[in-house]
T-cell receptor, first 113, second 114 residues
Framework: NAGVTQTPKFQVLKTGQSMTLQCAQD?????MYWYRQDPGMGLRLIYY???????DKGEVPNGYNVSRLNKREFSLRLESAAPSQTSVYFC????????????FGDGTRLSIL | AQSVTQPDIHITVSEGASLELRCNYS??????LFWYVQSPGQGLQLLLKYFSGDTLVQGIKGFEAEFKRSQSSFNLRKPSVHWSDAAEYFC????????????FGKGTRLHILP
């Protein structure tokens, strides 16, 4: 099983450019999440989707938008990239309830110049 | 609201030595607890979880963790570490409320000396 697949794995952008990070899961999970990981900061939740058709802000949503295209796919968009958004982005999925384990993709390493 | 603290940012142990990574949580009721491992360049992988029952839980890769309610702790242990255990380890806590989200600690990076 592929689990959670993120594309691309690496990307370099210039300040002001836009970009969409893709995430797809094949486990029929209801909930999906986007995190960013920065040194010393752990994982910070950007947006999440508890079910198809719903999205909600997390801890650090500014500068990002999301789309839950269908049950499988949850994309993260940077409309105008800034150097502060240089980070490693992780997508995760979860069967349903908040207290169930999350399954993670391998991340997208994004650099904004 | 729940929270989780990993007091050690870095831990260094020799290969073959025993390991204990600390995790303390804050939550009013019995929490759901997790340990994840992140190898370089990869996502987080679930090592083990505690929901209820036996307070000593076994996980993958020879890891175990013990839930101690009196100390609000869920420390991760391994009797003998291998060089391949070098990674970052995250403790996480969730509540019984299905609307709450999992909260992750900031991680402990494990270094292994040959």
């Amino acid at each position: 099983n592929a689990g959670v697949t993120q594309t691309p794995k690496f990307q370099v952008l210039k300040t002001g450019q836009s970009m969409t990070l893709q995430c797809a899961q094949d486990m029929n999970h209801n909930s999906m999440y986007w995190y960013r990981q920065d040194p010393g900061m752990g994982l910070r939740l950007i947006y999440y989707s508890a079910s198809e058709g719903t999205t909600d802000k997390g801890e650090v949503p500014n500068g990002y938008n999301v789309s839950r295209l269908n049950k499988r796919e949850f994309s993260l968009r940077l409309e105008s990239a800034a150097p502060s958004q240089t980070s490693v982005y992780f997508c995760a999925s979860q069967p349903g309830q908040g207290n169930q384990p999350q399954h993670f993709g391998d991340g997208t390493r994004l650099s904004i110049l | 609201a729940q929270s989780v603290t990993q007091p050690d940012i870095h831990i260094t142990v020799s290969e073959g030595a025993s390991l204990e990574l600390r995790c303390n949580y804050s939550y009013g009721a019995t929490p759901y607890l997790f340990w994840y491992v992140q190898s370089p360049g990869q996502g987080l992988q679930l090592l083990l979880k505690y929901f209820s029952g036996d307070t000593l839980v076994q996980g993958i890769k020879g890891f175990e963790a013990e839930f101690k309610r009196s100390q609000s702790s869920f420390n991760l242990r391994k009797p003998s570490v291998h060089w391949s255990d070098a990674a970052e380890y995250f403790c996480a806590v969730a509540s019984m409320n299905r609307d709450d989200k999992i909260i992750f600690g900031k991680g402990t990076r494990l270094h292994i000396l040959p």
